[in-house]
């Protein structure tokens, strides 16, 4: 299960860099206001499957529960006070898109790697 969820890290930051480099930017698009349930959905998704890991594996995985927590507080700052987050959204990127998407490419790799780093340690 941890292979599985650092694999989807890396297929999303594969789709986040392929499509900055097609010309597209996958994150302006799952940023907008009127794609809020497409952001919740993939925020929910690795909810689900870091709280899978967190809440099925003996011992505690504190990494993966790390994770999980960040998930958890994007899907909850974005609920409970949505202004805010797209106050944030539209600040970043106005200032500079195409490092942002970088940003963004590099923690999912990070994300993965810490996943997998967490599968050597537990």
């Known amino acids: 299960m941890i292979t599985f969820l650092a694999f989807l890290y ?6 986040y860099f ?3 480099k097609s010309g597209y930017s996958l ?3 799952i940023w907008k206001r009127e794609n809020i349930n497409i952001y919740l959905l993939t925020e929910i998704v690795f909810l689900i499957i870091t709280s899978l ?3 099925t594996n003996q011992p505690l995985n504190w990494i993966v529960a790390i994770l999980m927590f960040m998930h958890l507080i ?3 700052w974005l609920i409970g006070n ?11 990127i106005n200032l500079d898109s195409n490092l942002l998407e970088n940003v963004v490419v ?6 993965a790697g810490m996943a997998l780093f967490s599968r050597i340690i537990f």
């Open 106 to 111: 590099i923690t999912f790799l990070i994300y």
């Open 53 to 55: 890991i967190v809440f």
């Open 18 to 20: 392929y499509a900055n």
């Open 82 to 92: 949505p202004d805010s987050f797209y106050e944030m959204a539209d600040e970043s």
């Open 10 to 15: 890396i297929f999303s930051a594969f789709a």
């Open 74 to 76: 994007g899907i909850a």
């Open 27 to 29: 994150l302006r698009y």
